[in-house]
């Protein structure tokens, strides 16, 4: 079935540093992708999200790129803030419904 | 506006006992979901709800789980005959619907311990 891989489960930096969180998926028809922000206790919050047709986003810190061929798209957070501590998940949609597929997340730690 | 709300925010039971949990999507949001989060798991879709159309209940985990969602507004998702492998954050998310994808709304779960 299909099915959405993402890496690292951690990920610790250092306040102003770069990180990034890698996905792939199995779905050649996938063709939205979003990137959830949780923060501890909280609900997942959306906070930027690329369709098939570009490769890429920006939004202020944050990027998303997306690799059609390759099947894998990947979070670019700049400049790192302790407030980006929390847990990231990607997803993508299956199948040209209106179902997501999540990754199993990815704690990322800011350290100051 | 208002989110999306769900009720209990907590919940414990007994093994072997029937749940029902509740969402509140944001108003005209025709699009329902509920996904299960188990700890430091991502989440897991359970149904899913879209106007008046049969619902995709593909995620349900056993025939212990169902869903119902009346008027196209509120919906129960309910747990019959309780495990403990029931144990988990139960996450609800609305979205208006539209010609494509768009954000999905969450609310702020309902997290289950079974004794």
């Known amino acids: 079935g299909e099915n959405v891989e993402q890496h690292p489960s951690t990920l610790s930096v250092q306040e102003g540093d770069s990180a990034v969180i890698k996905c792939t998926y199995s779905d050649s028809a996938s063709n939205y992708f979003p990137w959830y922000k949780q923060e501890l206790g909280k609900r997942p919050q959306l906070i930027i999200d690329i369709r098939s047709n570009v490769g890429e986003k920006k939004d202020q810190r944050i990027a998303v790129t997306l690799n059609k061929t390759a099947k894998h798209f990947s979070l670019h957070i700049t400049e790192t803030q302790p407030e980006d501590s929390a847990v990231y998940f990607c997803a993508a949609s299956i199948d040209n419904t209106d179902k997501l597929i999540f990754g199993t997340g990815t704690r990322l730690q800011v350290f100051p | 506006g208002a989110g999306v709300s769900q009720s209990p925010s907590n919940k414990v039971t007994e093994k072997g006992k029937d749940v029902e949990l509740r969402c509140d999507p944001i108003?005209?949001?025709?699009?329902l979901y509920w996904y299960r989060q188990s700890l430091g798991q991502g989440l897991e879709f359970l149904i899913y709800f879209q106007g008046n159309s049969a619902p995709d209940k593909s995620g349900l985990p056993s025939d212990r789980f169902s869903a119902e969602r009346t008027g196209g507004s509120v919906s129960t998702l309910t747990i019959q005959r309780t495990q403990q492998e029931d144990s988990a954050v139960y996450l609800c998310a609305s979205r208006t619907p539209s010609g494509g994808y768009n954000e999905q709304f969450f609310g702020p779960g309902t997290r289950l311990t079974v004794l």
């Open positions: 108003s005209g949001h025709t699009a």
